[in-house]
């Protein structure tokens, strides 16, 4: 699948990452909008895996409505136990995205889990840190979440957030559903028939529960999930700006509005870290994301930022809900 020069390859990308109809010939709708058979939107999304582009597809939720809660933690490590600090708390499920960053702290970490059990978790993966204080930094504002790489086109306009709603109650049998749309889908003609087999349900049961959590906002999209790297977007900084409060909410706005930021946050802000609002950029080049880290700052008008670099990726994955305890961590100094 070449996406560089070929623009139905490269919107059919967007597309696939944006997610699939929920419907019982999802390729063939896709296609037939593009102008492709059905089997030829299956046998380029292969390929996507097979050159290790792809790295999932499957569902992303939305955490809240399942009872979970996550938040971004920081910590600064001496270089030298950095990479077995890393390797200390990596296990832990509820870690997604672990990372080293150039500047002070340098190691980046998300953690999700039960919202009762959040608060706890963190003191245990603190706790296998070390004597290093750790930052917790929760979301505070959404402004954008939407990990969608090479948008082409006006049409491919940013969707905000969606406001998150109630804690959606489910049945174990729909916690099934739930474990196995974490995993990979069938990557076939008919995949939620495939999956409904898998489950033991009717196929068009299985359709309403995806349409009924669509509609209520438990699943944000089931597409790909992709490797960023393997396309090309190899300079990656998570952006940072000290922002008066009072104008927060617009310059997320603004910020939001960049196809080159897929992540926009307001997060709490501490002496050692006085920054507010984040923002996730992915660029080809190091010079390209420092023109788009500059323009930004132009056209949000802020100033006081600073460019934190992905230097070292440890772990990145995607969360898991309703899954078994997470496993006894590693402690400093052992092992």
């Excluded at 600090?85 to 080293?100: F, L, N, S, V, W």
């Excluded at 997320?252 to 002496?271: K, M, N």
Aim: net charge neutral; hydrophobic share 40%.
């Amino acid at each position: 699948m070449s996406t560089a020069s070929d623009p139905i390859d490269a919107r059919l990308l967007v597309v696939l990452q944006q997610g699939l109809p929920i419907d019982p010939r999802p390729f063939a709708l896709i296609g037939g909008a593009l102008g492709l058979s059905e089997e030829t939107v299956l046998a380029r999304v292969r390929a996507l895996f097979e050159t290790g582009v792809a790295r999932r597809f499957g569902a992303v939720f939305e955490s809240r409505s399942l009872g979970y809660e996550s938040t971004l933690c920081a910590a600064e490590i001496p270089v030298a136990d950095l990479e077995s600090a890393a390797a200390r708390i990596a296990p832990h499920p509820g870690i997604t995205h672990c990372y080293e960053r150039e500047g002070h702290p340098n190691l980046w970490f998300t953690l999700t889990a039960p919202a009762a059990e959040l608060k706890p978790e963190l003191r245990r993966v603190s706790e296998a840190l070390g004597v290093y204080d750790v930052l917790d930094l929760p979301a505070l504002q959404k402004f954008k979440i939407e990990a969608v790489f090479g948008r082409i086109g006006e049409d491919d306009t940013p969707r905000a957030p969606r406001s998150t709603g109630p804690v959606i109650p489910l049945t174990e049998r729909e916690r099934k559903v739930v474990r196995r749309l974490q995993a990979n889908i069938p990557v076939s003609a008919d995949p939620f028939g495939n999956l409904a087999g898998e489950l033991g349900m009717d196929p068009n049961e299985l359709l309403q529960v995806l349409k009924r959590w669509e509609r209520d906002g438990v699943i944000r999209r089931i597409g790909l999930i992709l490797r960023h790297r393997k396309l090309g977007f190899s300079a990656n900084s998570m952006c940072v700006w000290k922002v008066e409060a009072s104008r927060i909410r617009e310059a997320g706005r603004i910020l939001a509005l960049s196809p080159h930021v897929t992540h926009c946050y307001e997060r709490p802000c501490f002496e050692v870290f006085p920054f507010n609002l984040y923002a996730m950029i992915h660029a080809k080049t190091r010079g390209e994301a420092i023109g788009i880290f500059e323009q930004l700052g132009v056209d949000a008008g802020l100033s006081e930022g600073r460019m934190m670099w992905s230097v070292r990726e440890f772990k990145k994955s995607s969360p898991v809900f309703f899954c078994e305890p997470p496993p006894t961590l590693g402690k400093p100094g052992v092992g």
